[in-house]
């Protein structure tokens, strides 16, 4: 069993898929609620960009990394925000890291809304899963809360 963190890489097809939903974000047509994330690079300094889904929870806004620990949530750790882009409306925002034993109810509520999207990379758990199986899930799926500057 390998000790690295769970990451999930897309395929060619997903990526250029991403690359076609974060093209439609920078020119203001959101899929479904998505908004292009960005996010300084950690060693390279520069903005990295990547099409999310952002949820909402009891009012509060979260990004949750279905494919484990990628690039994208290593950056937003170092960064602590970035921005979300949907066309023109850009919202800066700074971002928190949920421990583990907060996500129940962020990933239930996620993968309500997301799973017909996201469902393949959280190996079998689904929005009907028990707590233990979405618990035990939870650690590799990063979960940030995030607030909008402003």
């Known amino acids: ?57 009891d009012g509060a806004q979260y990004l949750v990394s279905a494919r484990g620990h990628s690039q994208w949530v290593r950056n937003m ?16 925002f700074t971002a928190v890291e949920l421990p583990d034993a907060e996500k129940l109810p962020i990933l239930r509520t996620y993968l309500e809304r997301w799973g017909w999207q996201v469902n393949e990379y959280f190996q079998g758990v689904t929005a009907a899963s028990s707590d233990e199986e979405i618990n035990a899930a939870a650690g590799d799926h990063p979960v940030f809360r995030i607030t909008v500057k402003g």
């Open 1 to 57: 069993m390998s000790s690295s963190p769970y990451y999930l890489k897309g395929s060619a097809l997903n990526v250029r898929l991403n690359g076609v939903i974060g093209w439609l974000a920078r020119r203001g047509l959101s899929l479904a609620g998505s908004a292009e994330l960005s996010v300084r690079g950690r060693k390279s300094g520069k903005l990295q960009r990547i099409p999310v889904n952002p949820h909402t929870h």
């Open 77 to 92: 750790r170092a960064a602590g925000g970035g921005e979300l882009r949907v066309g023109r409306k850009v919202r800066e």
